[in-house]
């Protein structure tokens, strides 16, 4: 596949889960408007701009389809939408938040992931049943465990978001058990042809002992046996995600930039 249609693959796989996820969204130039409480981290638009060009009405919509909820305008833009995205966003005020590096590999269940490092002997490794409640609160305060700010534990209504996402269709979560205790955690969203991992975090005393590798190849050889040929994960620049998808076979795809438009009593997007 092309760079530039694995983009649009992953932007429009990504537009529909919030969408499945969020309390409220519209559709908007070919992507999604999603919405949820005040600082959620789907508070965001996605896939605008690869259908064509936008307007600055469309933009206008954009803005205020977030501060009349009083969330912060927030949107991902991949390098291959219409230019005419950024143009408006840059005349509507916008400025760069952050960026999202976005990797991809191909997927064979002829010829399973295995990971570089070796994970201890008695590390297990399981898929979580969406029915058991237990479960998935323990894999929801694991995987979210990673993304809270140190010394902080993440709000409950992020909790229940976590728990909430995995028991979607298309979604699954995978957790790493160590002498009885879930020791690590990360979901991922099967829509063949393309499998996305997400989410993953592994508790601070586990680390550096080859769990979050043996949790990366255990989603991808699932989803290789359901049928899905790619697979992608995002991760900031410079974290270790970067390090680790790259040692797994993973290659960068694209670079999109996070850009918001902050304003008297909007709430940004929380960790």
Not at 82 to 91: F, K, N, Q, V, W
Request: aromatic share 8%; glycine share 12%.
């Amino acid at each position: 596949m092309e760079l530039s249609e694995i983009a649009r693959t992953e932007e429009l796989r990504q537009a529909r889960g919030i969408s499945e996820r969020a309390q409220t969204f519209e559709r908007l130039c070919g992507g999604v408007l999603a919405r949820d409480f005040p600082g959620a981290w789907h508070n965001c638009a996605v896939g605008l701009g690869l259908a064509g060009p936008v307007t600055a009405g469309d933009i206008a919509h954009l803005i205020d389809y977030y501060a009349s909820a009083g969330c912060e305008p927030r949107i991902e833009v991949c390098p291959f939408v219409d230019p005419s995205l950024t143009a408006e966003l840059g005349h509507a005020g916008f400025r760069i938040a952050d960026w999202e590096m976005v990797f991809f590999r191909e997927l064979d269940p002829a010829r399973p992931v295995r990971p570089v490092q070796g994970a201890p002997a008695d590390l297990k490794l399981d898929f979580v049943n969406p029915a058991d409640d237990a479960a998935v609160d323990r894999f929801a305060r694991v995987a979210s465990s990673g993304f809270a700010p140190p010394g902080q534990p993440f709000p409950p209504e992020f909790i229940t978001l976590a728990a909430n996402i995995i028991r979607r269709p298309r979604s699954r979560g995978a957790v790493a058990i160590l002498d009885g205790k879930v020791v690590g955690a990360g979901g991922m969203e099967i829509s063949p042809p393309i499998t996305s991992l997400f989410g993953l975090s592994v508790l601070p005393e586990f680390r550096r002992r080859g769990i979050q590798q043996a949790l990366i190849a255990h989603r991808l050889n699932y989803a290789a046996s359901q049928g899905a040929k790619l697979a992608t994960i995002g991760g900031r620049p410079g974290q270790g995600t970067e390090r680790n998808v790259r040692r797994m076979g993973f290659q960068l795809a694209y670079t999109k930039v996070v850009m918001t438009r902050p304003g008297p009593g909007l709430v940004p997007v929380k960790g």
